[in-house]
């Protein structure tokens, strides 16, 4: 979770760290809100697949999150329900831009940005983004101003229940594919999966994946010169999580996400029920499994 700490000096809300609870968060986020600001910057009605998993994930254990609830009525299915009612409970509360059932993500990402909204939660590919939006070239680095970027820092999603603040959400999402036509071919297939096997060992997946991954076994030394100040803060947080799991959305797709995600602004409105929207997904998804 990104933070823009000018806003927090403003409202008075100290640093989230690494044992931020939901409870800590929703007073900061009303502090922050009677100090004028926005307190998360999000567009619900366009994107809202981050507070998605993690709502649901405070209702897991890393243990579990990859588990597609039966129903409901199951302990996995309650806390899908829970996760819903508590995007709602921010969306009631005024946390969320007055527009976010009708902005755009790139619209809420300006917000936190230009110093209107406090948190924002997103991938880590996000620390470029902040980073370009500091620049007076946002495609030449050599125009970063230092001093706007180290008005951001980035901290742990808040926690409730069951999940620890520190445990993330996270993985590699990249892979290699070897076609039909070098498979059937067995002077291919050997050649193909050699290349595979030698691309994907622990010695050489860290010389291209760098730090843009938190699942590495073997992790490559960090030369700091390379990394603006939001990158380090960044690397530190990712070093004191406790478990790195899997989003559940990326096994949860297609038509299933529709009532949820699509459906987030009739849920957070009140206009449909979040129990009625998890089953209708959840019946979508056993229907076709």
Not at 6 to 27: C, H, K, N, R, S
Not at 76 to 87: L, P, S, T
Not at 220 to 242: H, I
């Amino acid at each position: 979770m990104f933070v823009n700490t000018e806003i927090l000096d403003a409202a008075g809300v100290t640093m989230p760290g690494a044992d931020y609870t939901w409870e800590q968060f929703t007073e900061d986020c009303q502090k922050i809100k009677e100090a004028g600001y926005t307190p998360i910057a999000a567009a619900l009605g366009d994107i809202p697949h981050y507070w998605w998993e993690f709502s649901i994930f405070n209702y897991n254990t890393p243990e579990n999150h990859l588990t597609i609830p039966e129903n409901i009525e199951d302990e996995i299915g309650k806390g899908w329900v829970a996760g819903m009612e508590d995007i709602k409970a921010l969306y009631e509360a005024g946390y969320f831009p007055e527009n976010t059932l009708s902005a755009k993500d790139d619209e809420t990402f300006a917000m936190f940005t230009e110093g209107k909204a406090a948190f924002l939660l997103d991938g880590s590919w996000k620390v470029n983004g902040i980073a370009s939006a500091c620049q007076s070239d946002p495609d030449d680095p050599s125009t970063l101003d230092t001093e706007k970027l180290a008005k951001f820092d980035v901290t742990y999603v808040p926690a409730k229940d069951g999940r620890k603040a520190t445990d993330l959400i996270g993985g590699l999402t990249s892979g290699y594919y070897i076609t039909k036509k070098a498979w059937d071919d067995p002077e291919k297939k050997a050649a193909a999966v050699d290349f595979i096997s030698y691309m994907t060992s622990d010695e050489v997946v860290p010389e291209f994946a760098q730090h843009g991954s938190s699942a590495l076994k073997n992790v490559p030394e960090v030369d700091e010169n390379v990394f603006n100040e939001l990158q380090m803060k960044s690397l530190k947080m990712v070093a004191g999580s406790t478990s790195f799991t899997g989003p559940v959305q990326d096994l949860f797709q297609g038509e299933s996400r529709v009532p949820t995600f699509d459906g987030m602004p009739e849920i957070v409105s009140g206009a449909v029920d979040a129990k009625d929207a998890v089953q209708e997904g959840l019946d979508i998804y056993w229907s076709s499994n």
